[in-house]
Nanobody, 127 residues
Framework: QVQLVESGGGLVQTGGSLRLACAAS????????MGWFRQAPGKERGFVAT????????YYADSVKGRFTIFRDNAKKTVYLQMNSLKPEDTAVYYC????????????????????WGQGTQVTVSS
């Protein structure tokens, strides 16, 4: 069982930066592939970024490529999402997720591949 707790959300102006953190608990939490997803009001939850269990492979949604960076510190069992050049359209609740199943180590952009989810953290970008 893995528990995830996000932090780092808040209110920022357009062009600003935030760093989200997702702390995982559990014996093997550091080996899971992790993902960040977001959900804006009235919209479905969408993929943002994912990282493999080793931290070597990452993948981003086109809308955040070049602005967001996902990375992890396995010793701390924490995954981060560095968000730069923020835009109002980035406003959403951001969720981190850990992948389960036999391919637990492999990054994925599919929400259905993730078994464990955090409670979410609000990010608001003002124009």
């Amino acid at each position: 069982q893995v528990q995830l707790v996000e932090s780092g959300g808040g209110l920022v102006q357009t062009g600003g930066s935030l760093r989200l953190a997702c702390a995982a608990s559990g014996r093997t939490a550091s080996t899971y592939a992790m993902g960040w997803f977001r959900q804006a009001p009235g919209k479905e939850r969408g993929f943002v970024a994912t990282i493999s269990g080793s931290g070597i492979t990452t993948y981003y949604a086109d809308s955040v490529k070049g602005r967001f960076t996902i990375f992890r510190d396995n010793a701390k069992k924490t995954v981060y999402l560095q968000m730069n050049s923020l835009k109002p359209e980035d406003t959403a609740v951001y969720y981190c997720a850990a992948r389960g199943g036999p391919l637990y180590y492999r990054q994925s952009s599919g929400a259905d591949d993730y078994d464990y989810w955090g409670q979410g953290t609000q990010v608001t970008v003002s124009s």
